[in-house]
């Protein structure tokens, strides 16, 4: 590096720092902006991938008419017996529409003669006594929900009510534990039969079948024998689950990404068209530089200098920026885009997930860029015969 | 020179800013093994995908789960361009 031509880069950008300083507010800008859109994106993301693998192996459903129907729990008695079915379960789980806060409850039944009910209930709630939800009727809900209830109604119970129009008043147990707030904010659990009456769920019937495989490689057979069974039967894998996510996620970060590039687009017409048109100032200054013994390099070196001074700086204060936004003001604005605008909205921090690929990939797409922008429109002033430009 | 030194002094500045930044908010925001393990408990028992954000169209828990496909315009109903089309095809199965 030539520290000359360096300190006269930055001599160059201070004489005409009105221009330069509109430049390097814009790119920071926009630059801070989309590395905060990706990093909340990516935060979101690895939450929803830190429970997904503990979803059942294959969930079987009931379509007729492209309507869901509720399945026969007889049916697990033909499920359990192929060979590699590891278990079968019977769900009753379905949603309940609470119109104070226009928002869908998800309501699930526990099996409460399920073995391993009790143990992971404990993990995941403050202070419960299991034996309580499967003797008594009563309910799990989220902190927030909770919180909720307790403003409105003043009391430690809910009264839903069922498809017939009676009322089912029950306790709230127990609350779930806050590190769970993300999946379960609007889930209410209880013992099966009372969220089979307030969903209206006849008794001997299932919204759908949880199964589990003890080997994954035989995964593609049981799910092929399961959709044999009847052409009703939709048969969802873990692994299409998690590929849907994927989709999902690369989908929402696209519609942004797609505004990020319109953005950057914009940018740099503005960047070439402000620069393509040199002063008549800086054309004189490069035919005079020029007829001093300057060579072309030179003044090229000079303008790279400049640019890289500008984009390196401009993107190293967007990532103090961005991490300053997302993670000491958790994102205001931003983050609704991605959580939505509903009063059962979870509380919780963003998680920090550093993600290399994200700042190379930014830093690659705007940085040589905007390099070039300013470079091309320097290179063909430089190469103009100086004594022309002086005339 | 007087130029340059200011500069470096800023850009040394600017990255000791920004490595601090990213240790704090790695040592402080960063979601410890006890709360994967809840999270993790939770999935297991509800078995029920996705966060519990309500976003409307966009909530997939709001939805039942064989039409995971549709908010991406993926017919469920027909099983050549079905969801499952992505992930098992055919040839595999």
């Known amino acids: ?391 | 020179m007087n130029k340059t030194k200011g500069f470096t002094i800023l850009i040394t500045l600017l990255v000791i800013i920004m490595f601090s930044e990213i240790a704090w908010v790695s040592s402080s925001r960063n979601t410890s093994k006890t709360d994967i393990m809840v999270r993790q408990s939770f999935t297991h028992l509800v078995g029920l995908p996705d966060l519990s954000f309500y976003i409307s169209s966009t909530s997939e828990r709001h939805r039942a789960i064989s039409n995971i496909g549709n908010s991406l315009g993926i017919a469920q109903l027909n099983r050549e361009t079905g969801f499952s089309g992505l992930v098992y095809s055919k040839g595999q199965r």
């Open chain 1, 1 to 391: 590096m030539n520290i000359k031509l360096f300190e006269y880069a930055l001599l160059s950008l201070t004489r005409r720092r009105t221009k330069h300083l509109f430049i390097f507010t814009i790119l920071t800008l926009l630059l801070s902006i989309s590395l905060s859109i990706f990093t909340i994106s990516n935060s979101i993301r690895q939450e929803a991938e830190y429970s997904v693998n503990n979803l059942p192996d294959i969930t079987v459903q009931k379509q007729i008419g492209g309507r869901q129907q509720y399945l026969d729990e007889a049916l697990i008695d033909d499920i359990i017996v192929i060979p590699g079915v590891l278990s079968a379960t019977p769900r009753v789980w379905g949603y309940y529409n609470f119109e104070y806060l226009n928002t869908n409850l998800t309501i699930i039944g526990l099996d409460p003669f399920d073995p391993d009910m009790s143990k992971t209930l404990t993990k995941i709630t403050n202070e419960i006594d299991t034996s309580y939800i499967i003797n008594e009727k009563s309910i799990i809900i989220g902190e927030q929900l909770h919180k909720i209830i307790k403003e409105i109604y003043n009391k430690d119970e809910f009264s839903f009510q069922t498809p017939s129009g009676d009322y089912i008043t029950l306790p709230i147990t127990s609350t779930f534990e806050s590190a769970s707030n993300m999946l379960s904010t609007d889930i209410v659990l209880t013992n099966l039969s009372s969220a089979s009456s307030i969903l209206g769920i006849e008794t001997g019937l299932a919204t759908d079948i949880a199964i589990n495989v003890s080997n994954p490689q035989e995964l593609s057979t049981i799910t092929e024998k399961i959709e044999n069974m009847s052409p009703s039967f939709k048969v969802i894998t873990k692994d299409q689950i998690i590929a849907y996510y994927q989709n999902m996620f690369d989908y929402k970060a696209g519609i942004f990404l797609l505004f990020f590039l319109s953005s950057l687009f914009t940018f740099f017409m503005i960047v070439f068209d402000k620069l393509s048109g040199l002063t008549n100032e800086e054309t004189k200054e490069i035919a005079i530089l020029k007829s001093v013994g300057w060579e072309t390099r030179n003044v090229l070196q000079v303008k790279i200098y400049e640019s890289v001074i500008i984009a390196f700086t401009a993107f190293i204060l967007s990532i103090c920026l961005s991490i300053f936004y997302v993670y000491f003001l958790q994102a205001p604005g931003l983050q609704n885009i991605f959580m939505g605008y509903s009063y059962l909205k979870p509380h919780f921090e963003l998680t920090y997930k550093f993600d290399l690929n994200l700042l190379i990939t930014v830093f690659f797409v705007t940085i040589p860029l905007y390099i070039a922008a300013v470079v091309i429109p320097a290179w063909k002033a430089a190469i103009t015969d100086p004594g022309e430009v002086m005339r």
